[in-house]
């Protein structure tokens, strides 16, 4: 969808002219929009926009109907591993077609089977070291963990998914008053 976004919308990134280059970056960012809210709000700014003719914003409106297939928002609403994209399989698919054809044996099909295999658990151990390292930098910038340190590694391990998960939260502006 971003490539497709990029294609039609190309004639807003030619010239020097900066209300368009800044409308051609909204429109080509839709599909990474983390929140729902966001993608509607910039959604509503590029309908709104004098700048679109109205076949585009008659692509737009056909897109809308199948936005929870291609803004990342709507996306994390549903259970998909974490991916987002077909690129994994296609890779897999790619590499499947170099090993095997109609003349190679269900021995030899098997055996490509296993290696792929041994290959994803290696490449999930290594993602998982990186993860981790990732998840151990993050803790050592925590100032609410330094500031439990007198608190067991085991207390610390059991809360430490809540407290990052709910530092990622985006805090919605609410329209009741004293909300908080």
């Known amino acids: 969808m971003s490539q497709n976004l990029k294609k039609r919308f190309a004639f807003l990134n030619r010239g020097k002219d ?96 296993k290696e792929l295999e041994n290959t994803e658990i290696k490449n999930y151990k290594d993602e998982f070291t990186k993860i981790s390292t990732k998840r151990e930098k993050k803790l050592e910038k925590s100032n609410i963990l330094k500031y439990f340190n007198f608190v067991s590694d085991f207390a610390i391990n059991k809360i430490t998914n809540e407290l990052i998960e709910s530092l990622n939260y985006k805090v919605k502006k609410s329209s009741v008053k004293n909300f908080w």
């Open 18 to 113: 900066p209300e368009k280059q800044k409308l051609y970056f909204k429109i080509i960012n839709l599909p990474f929009s983390e929140y729902i809210c966001d993608f509607e709000e910039d959604y509503e700014k590029i309908i709104k926009s004098d700048l679109l003719g109205d076949n585009n914003i008659i692509y737009l409106k056909q897109r809308w109907n199948d936005r929870k297939y291609w803004v990342k928002g709507y996306m994390k609403l549903y259970f998909c591993c974490g991916m987002c994209t077909t690129s994994r399989i296609e890779a897999k698919h790619r590499v499947l077609k170099t090993y095997l054809n109609s003349s190679k044996s269900l021995v030899t099909l098997f055996q490509v089977f």
